[in-house]
């Protein structure tokens, strides 16, 4: 079984940096395609923020995050960071890190995912 706990979040103003980090035990790492996901305050559904494939990793991006938002990968320290940069506060959400089952191509789609952290709480305030 993978775990994934995320860490990095916190209050900050709008037009500032954050970087979230989400180590993972449990399983090979660098097999793993890994995505970010976020929900806002009032939502009802987890939106997809960000996807990186396994070993060197493709990245896929949300239209509202294309430009701002980078995700990357250590696959030595088993860990995958979103570099979070002119942030605004629609930004505002609890921020989930997940995984599929090894070799297994990343996707837009929350339901394709196996393994999910407990999430980390980003507040961006005007």
């Known amino acids: 079984q993978v775990q994934l706990v995320e860490s990095g979040g916190g209050l900050v103003q709008a037009g500032g940096s954050l970087r979230l980090s989400c180590a993972a035990s449990?399983?090979?790492?660098?097999?793993?395609?890994m995505g970010w996901f976020r929900q806002g305050p009032g939502k009802e559904e987890r939106d997809f923020v960000g996807s990186i494939a396994w070993l060197g990793g493709t990245t896929d991006y949300a239209d509202s995050v294309t430009g701002r938002f980078t995700i990357s990968r250590d696959n030595a320290q088993n860990t995958v960071y979103l570099q979070m940069n002119s942030l605004k506060p629609d930004d505002t959400a609890v921020y989930y890190c997940?995984?599929?089952?090894?070799?297994?191509?990343?996707?837009?789609?929350?339901?394709?995912?196996?393994?999910w952290g407990r999430g980390t709480q980003v507040s961006v305030s005007s």
């Open positions: 997940a995984a599929r089952r090894r070799w297994r191509p990343p996707s837009r789609q929350r339901s394709e995912y196996d393994y």
């Open positions: 449990g399983g090979t790492f660098s097999q793993l395609a």
